[in-house]
């Protein structure tokens, strides 16, 4: 019997023994079995390998169907299952041992699959398989978390962090946690600030990319370009670092059009500016115009668009970009 995972907490039977869980989505697939399935099966929980049952499978049916085995219910969970464990699985069923409750935890099964086929077409088994996260639910999760949490945090960051998960929950678990332990006090977050905490999937640094594409160093910007391999949310990544740096440099525009003083101004500003970029810093407020950055800001927010809708030629757009504004004219 097939049934989708959103509707097994509202629909759960107690008088279902057998539960296949199948699927690419190894986070929903661990969120259900510890928040659907354990709290209502069992707590006596033993877990097997499919492997290790396979290789002791007398030992194995002698634990299972003797009666000691079942002083009290017992909870089964079989991980990495194939086709090869049907056999163990249809003569424990029919059995009909009532205080044995048995999860199965599989990958990608086709249709094909004896295994699948079983739990298919048996109106006493419970089958439910499990597709990869989409950038929707994923977004969903992390907007729950902060919320939940009181982490200050704008919409734009929550979707790079869903988007840098790659599908996967269990990815993006991981980098809340860390953000978590570093809002323990802050309890606010800014994107410079995530892309030092997260797991990100950088070539050469794209912050450094970024200074000195802004600062028109073509021989270097150039050398960078060459020695990456961008992978998509490699180019989201890069882009999402222009729009924070270009919107730090209208802000230390602004204030020094006013100040009149270029080093007071970056030695004030707040967060404070690392040393290491400060000359580059310098070098960029005396090429861009307040006007240049204004128009370079909305551009880089139509490109992540494009980027995103062409994912396939994002390098290609990503580094049309940076060579076209190495060309630009300095006034």
């Keep these: 019997m097939i049934v989708k995972f959103f509707d097994l907490k509202k629909n759960f039977k107690k008088n279902i023994n057998f539960y296949l869980l199948y699927g690419q989505n190894s986070g929903l697939i661990e969120d259900t079995i510890n928040n659907i399935l354990k709290p209502n099966l069992s707590i006596n929980l033993y877990n097997y390998d499919e492997n290790e049952i396979l290789s002791n499978i007398d030992e194995f049916k002698e634990g299972i169907f003797s009666k000691s085995f079942f002083e009290e219910d017992k909870l089964i969970i079989i991980n990495r299952a194939t086709d090869k464990i049907l056999q163990i699985i249809e003569e424990t069923f029919d059995k009909n041992i009532k205080d044995l409750k048995i999860i199965i935890k599989s990958n990608v099964l086709e249709k094909k699959s004896k295994l699948r086929q079983f739990f298919e077409k048996n109106s006493k088994v419970v089958i439910i398989p499990f597709y990869e996260d989409n950038y929707q639910s994923l977004t969903t999760i992390a907007h729950n978390f902060f919320k939940e949490k009181k982490i200050r945090i704008s919409s734009q960051n929550i979707n790079y962090i869903a988007e840098r998960a790659k599908g996967n929950r269990i990815n993006l678990k ?16 800014e994107f410079n600030e995530i892309n030092k905490l997260t797991n990100l999937s950088e070539n050469y640094d794209v912050s450094e990319l970024v200074n000195q594409c802004i600062a028109k160093n073509k021989k270097k910007t150039l050398h960078i370009l060459n020695e990456n391999n961008s992978a998509f949310e490699d180019n989201i990544l890069i882009l999402k670092t222009f729009l924070f740096k270009l919107k730090r440099l209208k802000k230390l525009k602004d204030i020094s059009e006013s100040k009149d003083n270029i080093d007071s101004t970056i030695s004030s500003f707040k967060p404070p500016i690392f040393w290491k970029e400060k000359d580059l810093i310098k070098q960029q407020l005396t090429i861009w115009s307040l006007a240049q950055l204004k128009l370079l800001i909305t551009e880089v927010n139509n490109l992540e668009f494009l980027v995103k809708k062409n994912s396939d030629i994002s390098n290609q757009i990503v580094n049309n970009f940076i060579l076209e504004n190495l060309e630009l004219p300095n006034n």
């Design 174 to 189: 991981n980098e809340l946690k860390k953000i978590e332990d570093y809002c323990q006090k802050t309890k606010s977050i």
